[in-house]
Each structure stands twice: as structure tokens, then as C-alpha cells.
């Protein structure tokens, strides 16, 4: 179990955004967009990919600065807190 005045580490705006933003949600989006349109017969699966490619990739940049921004503060508040608790002791 961590002590209390340790506070976990936090990965880099970088993974947040490209990993976790564009693969981890763009990509599925992809997908999904892909498969509602091929479903719908409107194209095949792979157009519907490559049109689909441009709203997943902005969609998962997006989500992933959103993402760090929670992150990032959520953290700050925490250490915030940890220094509270240091001060008053």
C-alpha cells in the first residue's frame, strides 16, 4: 500500500493524447462510423473507414486533452491536499 504523502506519477500530455485519445477512442469510433455506413449500405467497410478517419482522429485529440486536463487536476488538487495535511501537522 503507497504512504499517503506519495503521489502516484503521472504519464505525459503525449500518452494521453495519442494513445489513449486516438487509439484507445478514435479508433473505435473509426469503427464504429465504418460499420454504421456499411451497415446502412450507403459504402463498403474500408471508404467508410477512410471517411470516418478525420472525425475519429480530431474526435480522439480532443478527448485526450480533455483527459489530461481532468487528470492534471485531479492531481493538483491531491497534492493540494498533501500539502494541506503536511502544514497542519
Known amino acids: 500500500m503507497k504512504p499517503e504523502s ?3 506519477p503521472m504519464r505525459s500530455f503525449w500518452y ?3 494513445f489513449r485519445g486516438c487509439v484507445l477512442w478514435g479508433v473505435p469510433c473509426i469503427l ?3 460499420a454504421l455506413r456499411y ?3 450507403q459504402t463498403s467497410f474500408m471508404a467508410g473507414v477512410i471517411d470516418a478517419l478525420p472525425v475519429g482522429i480530431v474526435g480522439g485529440i480532443l478527448y485526450g486533452m480533455g483527459a489530461y486536463g481532468y487528470k492534471s487536476h485531479q492531481a ?3 497534492k493540494m491536499k498533501l ?3 503536511q502544514n497542519g501537522k
Open 83 to 85: 500539502r494541506k495535511n
Open 76 to 78: 493538483f488538487k491531491q
Open 6 to 8: 506519495e503521489l502516484p
Open 32 to 34: 464504429l462510423l465504418a
Open 16 to 18: 494521453w493524447v495519442l
Open 39 to 41: 451497415a446502412s449500405g
